[in-house]
């Protein structure tokens, strides 16, 4: 598969300011050097615990934030030297699908002004090709086409996040980042979303970056799977790989938390030591140390390279 994205070394931080002349004293290390790739086609999903950089790094891929160092190559431009002009051609290509469904649309606005907003701000087709396009895609992600004069708070959680699909649909892009699109959503209407982006996925040939913290919500739909960890990446491996062998202690951690479907299968939990440290002041050498039981001397004094340790598969661990 040809590559889509790519991301170099990137870095998210946040000036922390404090005292009357507001000096900057620290950074918090939102995302702290991050690289992967994305192919076209593919889904790569990003799990980890809440803070760990995980919407950051997404908001700063689509250069929604822009970021403190690093880059983001797509179409072989570096997106982070663009001016907010020069970032607009590329916007109707990269959308992105947000966490909360009530607060990601304008209530004042009806339902046809946010799905055909995307056509009127790239000033693409006529108004009645928008009406045509907005229709369509409504329906593709199965809403009646009457929804279009009604309101936002006239639908439920699940309705609500049909609509910012489809808003992220109208301009035929090629990258959909979904920033946890099912996590404030009901189990029954999780699964229909799911579904839903895994169907227009194969009829748009489109590529996501899924982001989550459910592991059996990023397994259903994931060809890949990327671990976060206090803003960096711990673990990167294909699914099956992951979820057979996970290989970092964290990963391990984060596995044995998900239930089995199965009574009679007992599945042995890893309960982590103490707390996530703060971004602001992370540990030394390896993030993960002050938690994890297998850590050496090295853990405390270097930070682990994500190198490759089985085929297609990376992890940011000492003990490789």
Known sequence: MAELLQVRNLKKYYPVKSGVLQRTTG?????DDV???LHEGESLGLVGESGCGK?????TVLQLIKPTAGEVVYDDKNLSDLSFREMKPYRKELQMIFQDPYASLNSRKKISNIVTEPLRIHKISTIKEREEKMEEILEKVGLNRAFADRYPHEFSGGQRQRIGIARALMLNPKLIIADEPVSALDVSIQAQVLNLLQDLQEEFNLTYLFIAHDLSVVKHISTRVGVMYLGRMAELAPKNALYKEPLHPYTQALMSAVPVPNPLIKRERIILKGDVPSPQNPPSG????????????ICKEQRPELKEVQKDHFVACHLY
């Open 27 to 31: 950074y918090v290390k939102a995302v």
């Open 35 to 37: 690289s992967f790739t």
């Open 55 to 59: 919407s950051t790094l997404g908001r």
């Open 286 to 297: 390896c993030a993960f140390h002050t938690r994890c039981s297998a850590c050496m001397a």
